[in-house]
T-cell receptor, first 119, second 113 residues
Framework: AQTVTQSQPEMSVQEAETVTLSCTYD???????LFWYKQPPSRQMILVIR??????QNATENRFSVNFQKAAKSFSLKISDSQLGDAAMYFC????????????????FGKGTHLIIQP | DAGVIQSPRHEVTEMGQEVTLRCKPI?????LFWYRQTMMRGLELLIY????????DSGMPEDRFSAKMPNASFSTLKIQPSEPRDSAVYFC???????????FGPGTRLTVL
């Protein structure tokens, strides 16, 4: 079974600084998708960024970017120019390619990193 | 679009009672997922449907849990009888065939006393 590990239960960063959240995963698949979701206190799950494993180029969405290292099975999230509104739980998630069978179409989540933004 | 709609937002019940959680996916989405979030276990997939058909229910914890999707616009997750350890936030999510993104509902916070 696939596993996703987030080794940082909590991170703190000064407003306007840059922070990197770590995520590693374990899979025997070669084609899959990786996601970062944000969960603010409202508990709404919001997609931040996604990466397709067959794409070598790292995904970027405005202030959010990833460092995808396929061989190392690492998928870190970098948040630049941190803002107070970035404070939330961040979850790394894995999904196998469609048609892999079983529960592959669902997301496997890490335990999350609580990000604190210091004003 | 209104997004994924879940009801109720909060539910408090007593042990042994039946609980029914409801979900309306985004129109046009053919996948529907039920997840549960607890402090101990994090976010875990319970069951998912494709075109109203259950594909994998291996995440359903026990026979006390059941889920149905009678049509493309409605799904229920039922717990009977409920137990205190079922207390959690239950999320419904929907997506299209490529599943580049799963859209989550606001969740139902269930408390079983």
């Amino acid at each position: 079974a696939q596993t996703v590990t987030q080794s940082q239960p909590e991170m703190s960063v000064q407003e306007a600084e840059t922070v990197t959240l770590s995520c590693t995963y374990d899979t025997s698949e070669s084609d899959y998708y990786l996601f970062w979701y944000k969960q603010p206190p409202s508990r709404q799950m919001i997609l931040v960024i996604r990466q397709e494993a067959y794409k070598q180029q790292n995904a970027t969405e405005n202030r959010f970017s990833v460092n995808f290292q396929k061989a190392a099975k690492s998928f870190s999230l970098k948040i630049s120019d941190s803002q107070l509104g970035d404070a939330a739980m961040y979850f790394c998630a894995y999904r196998a390619s469609l048609g892999s069978g079983g529960g592959a179409d669902g997301l496997t989540f890490g335990k999350g990193t609580h990000l604190i933004i210091q004003p | 679009d209104a997004g994924v709609i879940q009801s109720p937002r909060h539910e408090v019940t007593e042990m042994g009672q039946e609980v029914t959680l409801r979900c309306k996916p985004i129109s046009g989405h053919d996948y529907l997922f039920w997840y549960r979030q607890t402090m101990m276990r994090g976010l875990e997939l319970l069951i998912y449907f494709n075109n109203n058909v259950p594909i994998d229910d291996s995440g359903m914890p026990e026979d006390r849990f059941s889920a149905k999707m009678p049509n493309a616009s409605f799904s229920t997750l039922k717990i009977q009888p409920s137990e205190p350890r079922d207390s959690a936030v239950y999320f419904c999510a929907s997506g299209t065939g490529t599943l580049n993104e799963q859209f989550f509902g606001p969740g139902t916070r269930l408390t079983v006393l």
